[in-house]
Nanobody
Framework: QVQLVESGGGLVQAGGSLRLSCAAS????????MGWFRQAPGKEREFVAA????????HYADSVKGRFTISRDNAKNTVYLQMNSLKPEDTAVYYC??????????????????WGQGTQVTVSS
């Protein structure tokens, strides 16, 4: 089973940028599509972005399209989320997880692994 550790969160002003990392253990990381999710206080966890196992396909939530970029480095067992033009409504705990990419495109995301501790992103206005 792949274990995941998120990092890179912090406090940033609106309009700023952050780069999140998700480090995975296990030799099968490159076989999985990966996704980023977030959960704001009092809200359900929501899908943010996903990337196919090869990195050739990506998919984004409408709320982050054009501002966030997901990427991966299979040699380093790491997936990234570059977040630009951050808004206060992006404030949340961000998580990564393995996903089934076809379910992402279909709008009903299925995750495959256990959730990590997440990384807090706070955007001040």
């Amino acid at each position: 089973q792949v274990q995941l550790v998120e990092s890179g969160g912090g406090l940033v002003q609106a309009g700023g940028s952050l780069r999140l990392s998700c480090a995975a253990s296990g030799r099968t990381f490159s076989s999985y599509a990966m996704g980023w999710f977030r959960q704001a206080p009092g809200k359900e966890r929501e899908f943010v972005a996903a990337i196919s196992w090869s990195g050739g396909r990506t998919h984004y939530a409408d709320s982050v399209k054009g501002r966030f970029t997901i990427s991966r480095d299979n040699a380093k067992n790491t997936v990234y989320l570059q977040m630009n033009s951050l808004k206060p409504e992006d404030t949340a705990v961000y998580y990564c997880n393995a996903v089934i990419f076809t379910t992402v495109v279909a709008g009903s995301v299925r995750t495959l692994g256990s959730w990590g501790q997440g990384t807090q992103v706070t955007v001040s206005s």
